[in-house]
């Protein structure tokens, strides 16, 4: 571990794009379709998808996006009446990606707490404001991205999913969450 190493937060654009993909080749041991990438430059969000520059370098990345929780996976206790509110919604991160030498710098702590701060700011607005967890899968052997999230910012670990990756050994995650509301 060595010292932090603060960062400066950058857009993902259609003419960086291609450093996304570089990014996430070097870091997840699956490969994103073209739709992911298309889909990230479309949202124009810079709050949930940026880059991490150090030294003007793209050292990490994390791309989140707003999303409907499914009827069935909403939280009931809330006291909320889903047939007359709005739909529930998370803020699901697709990835957080830092490159290898770069890891163990607080990069990663730093990307998925400005997405908690983009939150924070926000949420009373539209698109924020039936937003009520923030989740995303990792793979059951990935124990330190577990421990990332459950230990920095107090994330539960939920369900196992069976057979969630294709192409990948074991192709099983969990679903981690944190209530924000």
């Not at 996304?20 to 889909?39: S, W």
């Not at 009520?132 to 999913?161: C, M, P, W």
Request: a negative charge.
């Amino acid at each position: 571990m060595g010292r932090e190493l603060p960062v400066e937060f950058g857009r993902i654009t259609q003419d960086n794009v291609e450093q996304l993909r570089k990014v996430n080749l070097a870091c997840f041991p699956v490969q994103y379709q073209e739709t992911y990438y298309k889909d990230v430059v479309e949202k124009h969000d810079e709050g949930l998808c940026k880059f991490a520059y150090w030294n003007g370098f793209v050292v990490g990345a994390a791309c989140a996006r707003v999303e409907d929780i499914p009827p069935e996976q909403q939280d009931k206790t809330s006291g909320d009446d889903t047939t007359t509110s709005s739909p529930q919604k998370r803020i699901y991160i697709m990835t957080l990606g830092v490159l290898a030498a770069y890891r163990g710098r607080q990069i990663g702590t730093q990307l998925i707490q400005s997405i908690f701060d983009h939150y924070e700011a926000n949420k009373e607005n539209a698109e924020f404001k039936d937003v009520v967890e923030i989740s995303l899968h990792v793979q059951i052997s990935n124990d330190d991205a577990i421990k990332f999230y459950t230990t920095r910012f107090g994330f539960a670990q939920g369900e196992k999913v069976e057979n969630y990756y294709r192409r990948i050994d074991p192709p099983h995650c969990y679903k981690l969450y944190k209530k924000l509301r």
